[in-house]
């Protein structure tokens, strides 16, 4: 069964940078499309980022766009958002999720798409 941890969360200042990643274990990463997903205390989900089985298309939310990278690593399982810039409203509880897609080059930030979620890792950006 495939199971998702993320890692990486933690306190930063304004302006700062964190990387969190998302190991796959229970099967290969490889023919899995991959979303971060965020989620502010009263808020919905909302997408943050995808990238495709090819890791040829990548998508991002307006609000990251250009602070944030997602980028993968088959070999060893993983995924990672770099986040550079952040703002205090980028705090949050980060989720990452898969799903399979038949066509390599498609990824979606819709919630409703995936049925493989990790737990969470907290971000909170503050002075």
């Known amino acids: 069964q495939l199971q998702l941890v993320e890692s990486g969360g933690g306190l930063v200042q304004p302006g700062g940078s964190l990387r969190l990643s998302c190991a796959v274990s229970?099967?290969?990463?490889?023919?899995?499309?991959i979303a971060w997903f965020r989620q502010a205390p009263g808020k919905e989900r909302e997408g943050v980022s995808c990238?495709?089985?090819?890791?040829?298309?990548?998508h991002y939310a307006d609000s990251v766009k250009g602070r944030f990278t997602v980028s993968r690593d088959n070999a060893k399982n993983t995924v990672y958002l770099q986040m550079n810039g952040l703002k205090s409203e980028d705090t949050a509880v980060y989720y990452c999720a898969a799903t399979r897609f038949s066509l390599s080059f498609v990824c979606t930030q819709e919630v409703a798409s995936f049925d493989n979620w990790g737990q969470g890792t907290q971000v909170t950006v503050s002075s």
């Open positions: 990238i495709s089985r090819s890791g040829d298309t990548r």
């Open positions: 229970g099967a290969t990463l490889d023919p899995y499309t």
